[in-house]
């Protein structure tokens, strides 16, 4: 269960969620967003919860066979997915592009939105742009 104890999320949905919520950040949230947070999260049944805190699905297969661009996103500091997936996939994957925020948990977009945003948008307009050059010209 990493952050959350099982006791907890069974004894006290709402303290699992608080805690998961303020884990995911390597900066604290304010308190109005990890409010948000427990409440967007105990809107998700409680065995929901437990079964993707607890699931260990690999999909690297997947992204491997992937035509698409891909890249990966990935605080540094993200104690929920171990940067460490990230740099697999980039290692397994050709052409991969892989994207660290230093300082940054598992919410890169609340805890560094622009150069989240700038990132995002280049991985966008470079998949574009390569799609572009690989399409037949008439």
């Known amino acids: 269960y990493g952050l959350v104890g099982s006791e907890m999320c069974i004894r006290d949905s709402a303290a699992a969620a608080r805690a998961f919520a303020a884990g995911c950040t390597a900066t604290p949230l304010a308190p109005e967003v990890l409010a948000a947070a427990e409440r967007a999260m105990l809107r998700v049944p409680a065995h929901v919860r437990r079964a993707l805190l607890t699931r260990s ?3 690297v297969d997947e992204v491997v066979r992937c035509e698409a661009p891909v890249v990966t996103l990935h605080g540094d500091a993200d104690t929920v997915v171990l940067p460490a997936m990230s740099r697999h996939i980039a290692a397994v994957r050709a052409g991969t592009r892989a994207v660290e925020f230093a300082g940054v948990g598992h919410l890169p977009w609340v805890e560094a939105p622009e150069a989240f945003a ?3 948008s280049e991985s966008v307009l470079s998949g ?3 799609r572009a050059s690989s399409e037949p010209r008439p």
Do not use: G, H, M, W
């Open 128 to 130: 574009q742009r390569t």
């Open 57 to 59: 699905d690999s999909f």
């Open 118 to 120: 700038d990132a995002l």
